[in-house]
């Protein structure tokens, strides 16, 4: 739909088939690199248009995160997709440093550090027979003792393990050993205290969270 006659194909052929309507409602599979073409679409059918996303990954999520792949790096940011941070350096209370699995010894070195590693799926968390760890840092982890009270058989109730997550505090600072970390943050799934999947809130838990920790950082 990025193809300009493309484009001009559909606008035809939607406009001979939408009067008396109040609304065009379509999948959302165009407008991958620019809203352009849905704009023009809205203004050449001078009726709204809602674009349907469809399963994961939609074309307006990878648009959303292509855009801000792009504005992070035009910031200064570097993106390595594909490498994994595997352990961390302390002083204190505070992380030195972090090392990746693609640069071995070289270590990165930041003021702040925010974990955003996802939960069980992605090794966020791990799950061993007696416990849940968080396996970069260390971190603490609130789960309930007792293997059997981590889930229910019955698949469609609510999940307890899924409530499961790091330890922090008001500000999301994580905690390790009981001590708040000054400058490491979680972000995410890897939080425990809501089940995303039972109440079907994990985009809303990991945008506004990661908000709210920007916000912190910029603003202190």
Not at 88 to 111: C, L, M, P, R, T
Not at 131 to 149: C, H, M, N, Q, W
Request: charged share 20%.
């Amino acid at each position: 739909m990025e193809n300009e006659k493309t484009l001009e194909a559909l606008i035809m052929e939607l406009a001979g088939t939408v009067s008396g309507f109040d609304v065009v409602a379509l999948p959302a599979v165009f407008g991958l690199s620019s809203v352009v073409p849905v704009r023009r679409l809205k203004e050449a059918l001078n009726i709204p248009v809602w674009l349907i996303p469809t399963m994961p990954p939609s074309v307006p999520g990878i648009r959303a995160q292509q855009q801000l792949r792009r504005s992070f790096e035009e910031l200064g940011g570097v993106y390595m997709l594909g490498d994994t941070v595997v352990k961390a350096d302390f002083k204190g209370n505070k992380v030195q440093s972090v090392y990746s699995v693609n640069h071995g010894d070289i270590s990165f070195v930041a003021e702040n550090f925010v974990l955003a590693s996802g939960s069980y799926f992605s090794n966020g968390l791990i799950a061993q027979p007696d416990k849940v760890i968080e396996p970069v840092f260390g971190s603490d982890v609130d789960f309930t003792p007792g293997r059997d009270s981590w889930y229910d058989k019955s698949f469609f109730n609510k999940q307890n393990y899924m409530t499961f997550g790091v330890a922090t505090d008001e500000k999301l600072r994580i905690k390790i050993k009981g001590d708040v970390q000054q400058n490491l943050f979680a972000v995410g799934s890897v939080l425990g205290g809501s089940n995303t999947i039972h109440e079907g809130c994990g985009a809303g838990v990991s945008m506004l969270t990661a908000l709210y920790v920007a916000d912190n950082l910029i603003n202190g």
